[in-house]
Nanobody, 123 residues
């Protein structure tokens, strides 16, 4: 099994930055890719970014390109999401997710999910 624990959420003003962390524990060797998703109130969960564990490649949602950066520290078994130039529309619960088999933007391709961390951006 794999456990994912997110941290780093909070409240920030528009234009500000936050860095989310996702600590991965358990059978980490089984992870093929890690993704970040978000869900705003009343909306579907949506893809934000994905990174393959080894070698590292990344893909971003259009809404994240140029503002967000996903990265991983293999030694620490941690995945990060650096978010800059935040906007009120970025307000959501952010989830990290792990896939055993796929490098994908689809949430159904992920086997493990964290509990989520709230990000609130005020105007």
């Amino acid at each position: 099994q794999v456990q994912l624990v997110e941290s780093g959420g909070g409240m920030v003003q528009a234009g500000g930055s936050l860095r989310l962390s996702c600590a991965v524990s358990g059978r980490t060797f089984s992870i093929y890719a890690m993704g970040w998703f978000r869900q705003a109130p009343g909306k579907e969960r949506e893809f934000v970014a994905v990174i393959s564990w080894n070698p590292s490649r990344t893909t971003y949602a259009d809404s994240a390109k140029g503002r967000f950066t996903i990265s991983r520290d293999s030694a620490k078994n941690t995945v990060y999401l650096q978010m800059n130039s935040l906007e009120p529309d970025d307000t959501a619960v952010y989830y990290c997710a792990g896939s055993k088999s796929y490098y994908t933007v689809a949430s159904y391709g992920y086997d493990y999910w964290g509990q989520g961390t709230q990000v609130t951006v005020s105007s």
